[in-house]
């Protein structure tokens, strides 16, 4: 006799069959019986309390593991409420698959339950938005879905999944099955832009190399390594290309940023966009005659802003290594040049100011100081650190250092507030499976733990899903900087002696206990007021690998004070 299987075991299997091992969701109708589904395929499935906090969670599997993310929503609201997480994809090229349960087909247009047109809501938001004709086609546009996300520029991809296929049954043995996706195929840029290169390096006065989250993204970080030891040429990581090259390594001039960028005269782009994080490439923070040289796998981004010289078309760390063997064997940049001992005094200078705000021994703390606090007690190399807030990211990018690849993950080129617990879920629930499941090469640290360092109003977004990480058994460190609002807050005085109608727009109430989330479903919070209270806690909980553990550490608020 035959065996049938249901849509929704389909589905399943179709997402086994691509090497998928764990699917973030929130279940409802229809989806349940996919969920199951995937249960009983030995997927792991991390049930959520917000679709946002899902989705970002994809996002970011699919920006560690070079495959999609992949999340599961119920049909209408439950969709709707994954477009951030969508949208934050594309905006970073992160792959990302989103399934969404749809209305049954034959109640198109009756007014059927959460009935949404959500194949074109999500398609300005994705490289392909599609449905299956048949619960045949599940596995095949399953398939197309992967590919069409990974290949060429990554980014999500959307599949509607009607609820009378998820629930009517097929022969599964008689269908043609793609098996699974292969990787992207990969190229080589034109030689004569290779060559072109190579003349602008060489004799460049102020050369400039800008390492951007597409080269972790790539893991370009050997390729760009021995370009940095060979050439000499300082480099400048942005916030998620921190790490391809140690941020300790003495050519890293991000404590100089603004002077490296004003005085550069030919800046090589190696997985980095022209977007607002770096100007936009345009004077003043640029200068007018910088010659731009950009690494991308984009055709459409060469000459996106800002007129590129010289348009490098290619997987980065095969184009990189063009580079590396049409060089001269003889050619390094002198670190005896005025360039480069001007930016040495200058991250010198900038360096000694930053230590010296770390003494500040004034209570509530300072961010720096508290920053120093947690510095000093974390690991060198056995972090995934995680970043989101307003000052919170802005300050701690210049403070933590990182010294190995695709261990940052902060607010993106989309500036998402809200990403931090579900970025640290998916991290946390990585870790251990990167080496066995992603095909290319990307590197498991089985030892690191994850620390995020959110901002109070950050937290708030998600502050839930600390329920969903204790309850997945994803132990992580989550310490909140509360300065009691968003940007800066008021003291307990000063917001009692406040009317309602008074408070500025970005006060939170004051001295608010979110450590007690943690304590309420079975992780653990600690209060902390003070350095020494702060350097306690870091030693405890860093002794601590099986609990998720919050750290609400109270800082100034910063009082009225006028946005700029």
């Not at 000459?303 to 001269?328: D, E, K, T």
């Not at 008021?490 to 727009?505: E, F, H, Q």
């Not at 902390?528 to 800082?555: C, F, G, H, S, Y």
Request: some cysteine; proline content about 6%.
């Amino acid at each position: 006799m035959t065996k049938t299987y249901s849509g929704a075991e389909v589905v399943a299997k179709a997402l086994k069959d691509q090497g998928v091992d764990v699917v973030f969701g929130i279940v409802g109708i229809p989806v349940v019986e996919v969920a199951e589904a995937i249960i009983s395929e030995g997927i792991k499935f991390i049930g959520f309390r917000n679709e946002q906090s899902l989705s970002y969670a994809a996002g970011a599997y699919g920006f560690l593991s070079g495959r999609p993310g992949v999340c599961l929503v119920v049909s209408g609201p439950g969709v709707v409420h994954s477009l951030a997480g969508l949208v934050n994809a594309q905006v970073n090229c992160w792959p990302l698959l989103l399934i969404g349960g749809s209305s049954d087909t034959y109640q198109q247009g009756m007014g059927a339950f959460q009935e949404l047109d959500q194949i074109t809501l999500c398609k300005p938001y994705s490289k392909i938005s599609t449905r299956p004709s048949y619960i045949s086609q599940i596995p095949n546009v399953i398939d197309k879905a992967i590919k069409t996300s990974i290949y060429g520029r990554p980014g999500p991809v959307y599949i509607d999944l009607p609820a009378n296929f998820i629930q009517g049954s097929i022969d599964y043995e008689s269908m043609n099955l793609p098996g699974r996706a292969i990787d992207s195929p990969k190229s080589l840029a034109d030689p004569r832009s290779v060559e072109e290169t190579v003349r602008l390096l060489v004799n460049a006065k102020r050369p400039l190399i800008i390492i951007g989250k597409g080269a972790a993204y790539s893991c370009a970080e050997k390729e760009i390594n021995e370009l940095i030891e060979k050439t000499r040429i300082p480099f400048l990581p942005t916030p998620m290309g921190k790490g391809v090259v140690s941020d300790s390594h003495p050519l890293c001039v991000s404590a100089a940023r603004s002077k490296a960028i004003s005085n550069a005269d030919v800046i090589i782009l190696l997985g980095a966009r022209l977007n607002w994080i770096l100007h936009f490439g345009a004077p003043p923070k640029f200068s007018k005659n910088v010659k731009f040289i950009q690494v991308d796998i984009l055709p459409e981004e060469h000459n996106n802003h800002r007129r590129i010289h010289v348009a490098l078309l290619g997987h980065l760390p095969l184009v990189v290594s063009q580079l590396l063997s049409c060089l001269p064997s003889s050619f390094n940049h002198p670190s005896t040049s005025d360039y480069i001992q001007s930016l040495r005094q200058k991250i010198d200078e900038n360096i000694a100011s930053t230590n010296e705000k770390f003494k500040d021994d004034t209570i509530p703390m300072s961010y720096h100081r508290a920053f120093w606090e947690i510095k000093k007690r974390l690991p060198q190399n056995d972090i995934v650190f995680v970043s989101e807030g307003a000052n919170t990211m802005d300050i701690a990018r210049s403070i933590f250092d990182l010294h190995e690849p695709r261990c940052r993950l902060d607010a993106g080129t989309f500036a998402t507030m809200g990403v931090g617990l579900g970025f640290a879920i998916a991290v946390t629930n990585n870790l251990p499976n990167l080496y066995n499941v992603v095909p290319i090469a990307k590197v498991y640290y089985p030892s690191k733990r994850v620390v995020a360092i959110v901002g109070d109003s950050a937290f708030g977004f998600s502050a839930m899903e600390i329920e969903t990480a204790v309850r997945a058994h994803l132990p992580m460190i989550i310490i909140i900087i509360n300065n009691n609002g968003i940007y800066h807050g008021l003291d307990i005085d000063s917001y009692n002696s406040t009317s309602l109608n008074a408070l500025p727009s970005t006060a939170l109430l004051p001295d608010i206990r979110y450590d007690l989330i943690a304590d309420a479903t079975g992780g653990k919070g600690y209060f902390v007021r003070t350095p020494q209270e702060l350097d306690n806690t870091m030693e405890e909980a860093l002794k601590d690998d099986e609990k998720v553990i919050v750290i609400n550490v109270m800082i100034q608020p910063g009082g009225r004070k006028k946005l700029v």
